[in-house]
C-alpha cells in the first residue's frame, strides 16, 4: 500500500522567503509528526498531532514555524521568513494509535530544504 | 549533553566482519528503545525494537541495559547492503515522540 508521502521533495528558498512543506499521512494513521534533520545529525522532533488536534509542538524552534492538519489527515509545516539556519531535511511520520503498545512511525521521504 | 549519544563512527568494516555499536540515553524515564537505519538521503526505517532481555533478529542482536542506561546493537557477518547509519533512538511513551541519537555510520567494504 502506499506510505506517507511529502511534497516537494526538494525547495531552494531565498533567505526571507515563507515555505510551506506537505505531508500525506498512511491512510487510517491517526498520529502524525514532524522532525527536522540537520546534516550530519540525527531527525529531532518538531511536533505532534493527534488527528486534528496538536498535542505537543515543543520542538518548533521558534514562531516563524508554524504547522496545521486542519481535517486530521494531511499536514502542512510552514516556515516564513526563512533563515539559512533553517536548511534540513523536513520528516514527517505517521503511525496508528494503540493504547496498549508502540506505535510504530513510518516515516515519509522528506522535504529537503536549502535556504540561500 | 544531548539525551542519547552515539559515537558517530564511521566504522569501516570488511565483509564478513561482526561489529557492534553502543549508544548511552539520559532519561531514566525513557519506556521504549530502538535501532533504525538510515540509507544515505532515505529515510529512517525501523529496524528493531530493544528488550530488556536482549532479542536477535537474524544476523542482528539488540540489546538494553536499563541500569547503566546503555543500549548496543551487534552485527554479526557483516553485508555490503548493512552499509547505512544506525540510529539509537528512545521515546518516552507519552505522546511517542522518538528522539535520536546523531547515528553511527558503518561502511562494509569487499
Known amino acids: 500500500g502506499a506510505g506517507v508521502s511529502q511534497s516537494p521533495r526538494y525547495k531552494v528558498a531565498k533567505r526571507g522567503q515563507d515555505v510551506a512543506l506537505r505531508c500525506d499521512p498512511i491512510s487510517g494513521h491517526v498520529s502524525l509528526f514532524w522532525y527536522q534533520q540537520a546534516l550530519g545529525q540525527g531527525p529531532e522532533f518538531l511536533t505532534y498531532f493527534q488527528n486534528e488536534a496538536q498535542l505537543d509542538k515543543s520542538g518548533l524552534p521558534s514562531d516563524r514555524f508554524f504547522a496545521e492538519r486542519p481535517e486530521g489527515s494531511v499536514s502542512t509545516l510552514k516556515i516564513q521568513r526563512t533563515q539559512q539556519e533553517d536548511s534540513a531535511v523536513y520528516l514527517c511520520?505517521?503511525?496508528?494509535?494503540?493504547?496498549?503498545?508502540?506505535?510504530?512511525?513510518?516515516f515519509g521521504p522528506g522535504t529537503r530544504l536549502t535556504v540561500l | 549533553r544531548k539525551e542519547v549519544e552515539q559515537d558517530p563512527g564511521p566504522f569501516n568494516v570488511p565483509e564478513g566482519a561482526t561489529v557492534a555499536f553502543n549508544c548511552t540515553y539520559s532519561n531514566s524515564a525513557s519506556q521504549s528503545f530502538f535501532w533504525y537505519r538510515q540509507d544515505c538521503r532515505k529515510e529512517p526505517k525501523l529496524l528493531m525494537s530493544?528488550?530488556?532481555s536482549g532479542n536477535e533478529d537474524g544476523r542482528f542482536t539488540a540489546q538494553l541495559n536499563r541500569a547503566s542506561q546503555y543500549i548496543s546493537l551487534l552485527i554479526r557477518d557483516s553485508k555490503l547492503s548493512d552499509s547505512a547509519t544506525y540510529l539509537c533512538v528512545v521515546n518516552m511513551g507519552i505522546t511517542d515522540k522518538l528522539i535520536f541519537g546523531t547515528g553511527t555510520r558503518l561502511q562494509v567494504f569487499p
Open positions: 511520520a505517521s503511525s496508528l494509535l494503540n493504547s496498549f503498545s508502540y506505535n510504530e512511525q513510518f
Open positions: 530493544v528488550y530488556s
